[in-house]
């Protein structure tokens, strides 16, 4: 790294140290005015920012509209919250003595986002420090940096309106660095950052968890997916069908939500797999700025050389690709583009490449017969983000989501794999990093906790009636 890069991360970083000063003292309910005003921002300018989502991360529209929602709608959770952080009062074993907690900012908050959530993932985490008092430095996906300069372009011109002296809204409030992955290791080693929240593939996570842990800094780690769907022989076909489309070839294939291995009942795989393939052939591949697109291009020619891999080990491994795979020349005006025909394999069990995160739209289909085993294929995998069931047996249902049932983060009934609500928090387990963010309590992981012990008696008890006199 350049040493002109290095002094702006360094410079970055100490802006956002000394914004935290005054920004932690700003009542709760004033910051959370200022994520009210971006939000504002962002509903007034969700077309923009959907175009510019489009253009860089080349997920469809609709798609990219619902992304900038995510970001107002945190906006609005945030605000709530900002007039909500609240500790608890405990009883003390002391007469005369009241034990409190109390929730206090943290510090600068560094946000490393990935390429298929250019905005959103910010959005989560921004909103919530920023209520929580903490100040926000973002080192966006080298592949986004448009996504990144475009909301900073916003949230200035809302810090302007709200606060034109810059009274309490500093410039190194929200920071944004150079998309360099070695700006975001010089963020994860910076000992000012108390906190890092990190989102991208597992490798990545293993890096940076073991960078904060040196330090003993704290980390929220969103990482890889490889999620899972059980059909059993109640499901209600026709819904789990419109939710595999969706779940296994929305944004590509890129999600970290993404359904990527579909457990069938032995009773209904034949005639269920026919459906999914005549569904898929239906399929309307092509610009992801037109309306009528269902799937936009893989976002770079390492995704669709990684692709083809995944489908020529999963033959080797037993698999038989039973509809796509190939790529699909690109519309006019497109063609640095890589579109690809989704593809279904199916497999005879868990293989290795199976258990790896291949980020394209690969489903790997494998029979079960008894749900015990349906649950273990579920769970068979290092990953452990999101999975499903689609049953009408509550029995069923209800094992799946039991501590018996799915080990993963987000265990769903008769939905998919993908697309939550920012009212849940949001995260999985093993590889996928134990992190969780956006509603919920999440926002406790980036305040700093207080145990208070208040005596208002004239005598000085000591705990556990220990007697020092
Ligand atoms: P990636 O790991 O290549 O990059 C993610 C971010 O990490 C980028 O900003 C990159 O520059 C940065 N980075 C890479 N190495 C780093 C290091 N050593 N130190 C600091 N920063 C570093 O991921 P990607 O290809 O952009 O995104 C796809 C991956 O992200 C998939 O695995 C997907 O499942 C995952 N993802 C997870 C979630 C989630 O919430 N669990 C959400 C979106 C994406």
Not at 368 to 374: C, G, P, S, T, V
């Amino acid at each position: 790294m350049g040493e002109n890069q290095l002094q702006q991360v360094d410079q970055a970083i100490s802006r956002s140290v000394k914004a935290f000063k005054k920004w932690r003292v700003i009542p709760p309910p004033v910051r959370g005015e200022f994520v009210r005003r971006i939000g504002e921002a962002f509903r007034k300018n969700k077309e923009a920012v959907a175009n510019q989502i489009v253009e860089e991360s080349r997920k469809i529209k609709s798609e990219a509209l619902g992304e900038v929602q995510e970001v107002i709608d945190i906006c609005d959770f945030a605000v709530g919250l900002s007039r909500q952080l609240h500790g608890l009062t405990i009883a003390s074993e002391r007469p005369l003595h009241r034990m409190m907690e109390q929730w206090m900012p943290l510090g600068p908050v560094g946000v490393i986002t990935a390429f298929n959530f250019p905005v959103a993932v910010w959005g989560w985490n921004a909103a919530l420090a920023l209520v929580c008092g903490d100040p926000v430095i973002w080192k966006p996906s080298d592949k986004t940096p448009k996504c990144a300069k475009l909301c900073m372009k916003l949230i200035s011109q809302v810090a302007k309106e709200m606060d034109p002296d810059g009274k309490i809204i500093e410039a190194g409030l929200l920071e944004f660095l150079p998309a360099t992955k070695d700006a975001g290791i010089q963020l994860v080693e910076s000992k000012e950052v108390p906190l890092i929240s990190a989102t991208g593939s597992t490798k990545m996570g293993r890096l940076v968890a073991k960078a904060v842990a040196e330090r003993l800094g704290r980390s929220i780690l969103e990482l890889g997916g490889n999620n899972g769907m059980i059909i059993t022989e109640t499901a209600d076909l026709a819904l789990a069908r419109r939710a595999i489309v969706f779940s296994a070839v929305g944004t590509c294939g890129q999600r970290c939500t993404s359904l990527r291995r579909l457990m069938v009942h032995t009773s209904i795989m034949s005639g269920f797999v026919v459906k999914l393939i005549d569904a898929y052939k239906t399929l309307k591949i092509g610009d992801p700025m037109k309306s009528d697109t269902l799937v936009g291009p893989l976002i770079d020619a390492v995704a669709f050389d990684q692709m083809q891999k995944a489908i020529k080990r999963a033959k080797a491994e037993g698999g038989t690709v039973i509809v796509g795979g190939d790529r699909v020349p690109s519309p006019k005006g497109l063609s640095d583009d890589f579109f690809v025909n989704p593809c279904i394999i199916t497999m005879p069990n868990i293989t290795a490449v199976v258990r790896e995160e291949t980020f394209a739209p690969i489903l790997y289909v494998m029979p079960y017969a008894d749900i015990e085993h349906a649950i273990e294929l579920n769970n068979g995998v290092p990953q452990g983000l999101s999975s499903s069931i689609f049953t009408n047996d509550i029995r069923e249902a209800e094992l799946f989501m039991s501590a018996a049932g799915s080990d993963c983060g987000i265990a769903n009934v008769n939905i998919g794999t993908s697309g939550a609500e920012i009212g849940g928090a949001f995260g999985g387990e093993k590889d996928t990093g134990g992190g969780r963010e956006s509603g919920s309590d999440c926002w406790k992981a980036y305040m700093r906790r207080t145990t208070n012990t208040i005596n208002y008696s004239s005598e000085l008890p000591l705990a556990q009636g220990v007697t020092f006199e």
